[in-house]
Protein backbone atom coordinates (compact mmCIF):
# COMPACT_ATOMS: atom_id res chain seq x y z
CA UNK A 1 0.00 0.00 0.00
CA UNK A 2 1.14 3.66 -0.77
CA UNK A 3 2.71 5.48 2.29
CA UNK A 4 1.33 8.53 3.35
CA UNK A 5 3.80 11.30 5.35
CA UNK A 6 2.29 14.43 6.33
CA UNK A 7 4.98 17.26 7.41
CA UNK A 8 5.15 21.19 8.01
CA UNK A 9 3.17 21.08 12.18
CA UNK A 10 3.92 22.67 14.60
CA UNK A 11 3.54 25.65 17.24
CA UNK A 12 2.34 28.69 16.21
CA UNK A 13 0.39 31.87 17.38
CA UNK A 14 -3.11 32.39 16.63
CA UNK A 15 -3.33 34.67 13.29
CA UNK A 16 -0.32 32.97 11.53
CA UNK A 17 -0.08 30.43 9.09
CA UNK A 18 1.10 27.11 8.30
CA UNK A 19 1.61 24.75 5.35
CA UNK A 20 1.23 20.96 5.73
CA UNK A 21 2.24 18.61 3.31
CA UNK A 22 1.27 14.87 2.32
CA UNK A 23 3.94 12.98 0.32
CA UNK A 24 2.93 9.63 -1.25
CA UNK A 25 5.87 6.89 -1.48
CA UNK A 26 4.80 5.93 -4.99
CA UNK A 27 2.34 7.67 -7.45
CA UNK A 28 -1.45 7.51 -6.37
CA UNK A 29 -3.17 5.84 -9.53
CA UNK A 30 -6.37 3.90 -7.63
CA UNK A 31 -7.29 6.54 -5.59
CA UNK A 32 -8.78 9.79 -6.98
CA UNK A 33 -9.73 11.58 -4.12
CA UNK A 34 -6.92 13.36 -1.61
CA UNK A 35 -8.13 15.13 2.05
CA UNK A 36 -7.10 16.21 4.86
CA UNK A 37 -9.05 15.61 8.02
CA UNK A 38 -8.32 16.56 11.47
CA UNK A 39 -8.82 14.83 15.22
CA UNK A 40 -8.45 17.59 18.11
CA UNK A 41 -8.39 16.26 21.52
CA UNK A 42 -11.42 14.25 22.73
CA UNK A 43 -13.37 15.36 19.53
CA UNK A 44 -13.97 12.93 16.37
CA UNK A 45 -11.59 13.04 13.37
CA UNK A 46 -13.49 15.47 10.94
CA UNK A 47 -12.80 16.20 7.21
CA UNK A 48 -11.10 19.76 6.54
CA UNK A 49 -10.45 20.26 2.89
CA UNK A 50 -10.75 17.48 -0.28
CA UNK A 51 -9.75 17.54 -3.73
CA UNK A 52 -10.76 15.11 -6.46
CA UNK A 53 -7.28 13.94 -8.58
CA UNK A 54 -9.87 14.35 -11.95
CA UNK A 55 -10.73 17.87 -12.32
CA UNK A 56 -9.31 19.49 -9.32
CA UNK A 57 -12.66 20.50 -7.45
CA UNK A 58 -12.04 21.34 -3.63
CA UNK A 59 -14.29 20.59 -0.94
CA UNK A 60 -14.09 22.25 2.08
CA UNK A 61 -15.61 22.38 5.14
CA UNK A 62 -17.18 25.78 6.81
CA UNK A 63 -14.33 25.80 9.41
CA UNK A 64 -11.47 25.97 6.29
CA UNK A 65 -13.44 28.15 4.16
CA UNK A 66 -11.51 31.36 3.43
CA UNK A 67 -9.04 30.51 5.40
CA UNK A 68 -7.84 27.31 4.45
CA UNK A 69 -6.18 26.51 0.70
CA UNK A 70 -5.50 22.63 -0.64
CA UNK A 71 -3.99 21.63 -3.46
CA UNK A 72 -1.70 19.07 -4.99
CA UNK A 73 1.32 18.34 -7.14
CA UNK A 74 1.42 15.27 -8.98
CA UNK A 75 1.74 12.86 -6.05
CA UNK A 76 2.02 15.72 -2.71
CA UNK A 77 -0.48 17.40 -1.67
CA UNK A 78 -0.76 20.26 0.67
CA UNK A 79 -2.55 22.33 2.89
CA UNK A 80 -1.94 26.40 3.42
CA UNK A 81 -3.62 27.68 6.47
CA UNK A 82 -3.73 30.97 7.67
CA UNK A 83 -5.50 33.08 10.03
CA UNK A 84 -5.25 30.20 12.48
CA UNK A 85 -7.22 30.15 15.48
CA UNK A 86 -6.89 28.09 18.40
CA UNK A 87 -9.52 25.94 17.73
CA UNK A 88 -8.03 24.83 14.52
CA UNK A 89 -5.59 22.94 17.42
CA UNK A 90 -5.62 19.39 16.21
CA UNK A 91 -3.86 16.50 14.35
CA UNK A 92 -3.94 16.43 11.16
CA UNK A 93 -4.06 13.35 8.81
CA UNK A 94 -3.63 13.35 4.95
CA UNK A 95 -5.92 10.54 3.35
CA UNK A 96 -6.90 8.90 -0.26
CA UNK A 97 -9.95 7.11 -1.10
CA UNK A 98 -12.23 5.94 -3.96
CA UNK A 99 -15.68 8.13 -5.17
CA UNK A 100 -17.48 7.54 -8.40
CA UNK A 101 -17.62 11.75 -8.42
CA UNK A 102 -16.16 15.16 -6.61
CA UNK A 103 -18.89 15.31 -4.85
CA UNK A 104 -18.70 12.43 -2.95
CA UNK A 105 -14.64 13.09 -1.38
CA UNK A 106 -15.99 14.78 1.53
CA UNK A 107 -17.46 11.62 2.64
CA UNK A 108 -14.92 9.68 5.58
CA UNK A 109 -15.81 6.04 5.10
CA UNK A 110 -14.56 6.10 1.30
CA UNK A 111 -10.71 6.42 2.73
CA UNK A 112 -9.14 3.73 3.23
CA UNK A 113 -5.41 4.86 3.13
CA UNK A 114 -4.59 7.46 6.22
CA UNK A 115 -0.65 9.00 7.24
CA UNK A 116 0.47 8.94 10.59
CA UNK A 117 -0.59 12.75 11.02
CA UNK A 118 1.20 15.88 12.06
CA UNK A 119 0.38 18.26 14.59
CA UNK A 120 -0.52 21.80 14.70
CA UNK A 121 -1.10 24.05 17.82
CA UNK A 122 -2.60 27.01 17.91
CA UNK A 123 -1.51 29.23 20.86
CA UNK A 124 -3.44 32.04 22.06
Known amino acids: QVQLVESGGGSVQAGGSVRLSCAASAPITSRNCMAWFRQALGKEREVVAT??????STYYADSAKGRFTISRDLNTWYLQMASLKPEDTAMYYC???????????????????WGQGTQVTVAS
Open 95 to 113: ATGISFAGSSCPRRQIYTN
Open 51 to 56: IYKYDD
